[in-house]
């Protein structure tokens, strides 16, 4: 299991601490969700906030661009020190614009996923998986925090593990949305190899909400 704290629920008045908090509860990755107001009506973080994350942290930085031009800021946030970026199916005019894209990521050294809004059919990536390192799948409808837990995306996730293991692939799934310890040990139960959780993580003792976490591996 890896464990992706959401950025977009932390007090950035108390970075470094929370930062910190974060790494001694274990975390593996930074999760960090960009908007651009347009793709998703919300607007978040530019390069400089991810530039300053990646100064202040050595963990994994899985960047999540919900906007509508992936090629440009892919490009923005590979350089401003993302290992990660993914970006979203729907947001490309076609197959060949997403394969392309993913293989340009991958040609920076980078690590490559696409997303999946919970309207949009998993069949948009299933032909996809031999090239991704990452599925995205949504629990909640991208571009605000704090929303419950849409429990029909678990469908996706299983219809994406026994994909991925039929061809015997190495690209994991991730769930975003919701997710607390309930509905991440529903998660981990479809198949989910990544938990992206804000609000549950940074509301309180960020290294006791992470053990609960962590706690569901070894039910």
């Known amino acids: 299991m890896i464990l992706c704290p959401s950025v977009l629920s932390m007090d950035f008045a108390e970075v470094r601490g929370q930062l910190a908090a ?8 930074l999760h960090i ?7 998703v009506p919300n607007l978040t973080f530019g390069p400089d906030i991810v530039k300053m994350i990646r100064r ?5 930085l899985d960047v999540h661009i919900m906007v ?27 197959q060949k614009a997403i394969l392309d894209l993913i293989r340009w990521i991958h040609s920076t050294g980078k690590k490559a996923g696409v ?15 031999p090239e991704l390192d990452l599925v995205l799948v949504m629990s909640v409808h991208p571009g605000f925090g704090g929303q419950s837990f849409m429990p029909e995306s678990l469908d996706k996730v299983k219809t994406l593990k026994a994909a ?3 061809q015997q ?10 997710i607390n310890a309930t509905t991440a040990k529903l998660a981990l139960e479809a198949g989910v190899d990544a938990l992206v959780a804000g609000s549950f993580v940074f509301k309180g003792d960020i290294v006791a909400n992470l053990n609960q976490l962590w706690a569901l591996t070894s039910r």
């Not at 969700?33 to 793709?39: A, V």
């Not at 997303?115 to 032909?127: F, W």
């Open 56 to 60: 202040e942290s050595d963990l994994f």
């Open 115 to 129: 997303s999946i809004r919970p309207q949009t059919p998993v069949d948009a990536v299933l032909p996809l998986l």
């Open 68 to 94: 509508d031009d992936p090629v440009t800021y892919a490009k923005v946030f590979i350089e401003a020190g993302a290992d990660l970026i993914t970006f979203h199916v729907e947001a490309c005019p076609d």
């Open 164 to 166: 991925i293991q039929a």
């Open 169 to 178: 692939l190495d690209c994991l799934i991730q769930i975003d949305g919701g």
């Open 33 to 39: 969700d960009i908007m651009d107001g347009h793709f």
């Open 22 to 29: 974060v790494k001694a509860g274990k975390a593996q990755w």
